[in-house]
């Protein structure tokens, strides 16, 4: 059974720095971070494929970012200078189908078949 497990959330001031795991099983074309907030659509924040090739959300660039070790079969998000914007509750994301690329899929939700359970992350002003 293929499982996606997110870690590492919290509260943090205003420019400080949180790193989010997420590990699991299964074969994977493109993971990412997605982010929501209640009463908001869910965003993309940051994808990676198998090649490496890493797409963010412009809200993002510059301060977060995304990595994934094979070896552990863990995908991370490094978040850096954090803003009181960036508080949500935090998920990964697995396509295993294919369905699309890196550079598309953070607009493209529905193509992730695959979701965690969600980690919460407070950014305090």
């Known amino acids: 059974q293929v499982e996606l497990v997110e870690s590492g959330g919290g509260s943090v001031q205003a420019g400080g720095s949180l790193r989010l795991s997420c590990t699991g099983s299964?074969?994977?074309?493109?993971l990412a971070w997605f982010r929501q907030v209640p009463g908001r659509e869910r965003e993309g924040v940051a994808a990676?494929?198998?090649?490496?090739?890493?797409n963010y959300a412009e809200s993002v660039k510059g301060r977060f970012t995304i990595s994934l070790d094979k070896s552990k079969k863990t995908l991370y998000l490094q978040m850096d200078s954090l803003k009181p914007e960036d508080t949500a509750t935090y998920y990964c994301?697995?396509?295993?189908?294919?369905?699309?690329?890196?550079?598309?899929?953070?607009?493209?939700?529905?193509?992730?078949?695959?979701w965690g359970q969600g980690t919460q992350v407070i950014v305090s002003s």
């Open positions: 990676i494929d198998n090649d490496g090739v890493t």
């Open positions: 994301a697995g396509d295993s189908k294919g369905w699309a690329s890196a550079m598309e899929a953070l607009s493209v939700p529905h193509i992730f078949n695959y």
């Open positions: 299964g074969s994977w074309y493109i």
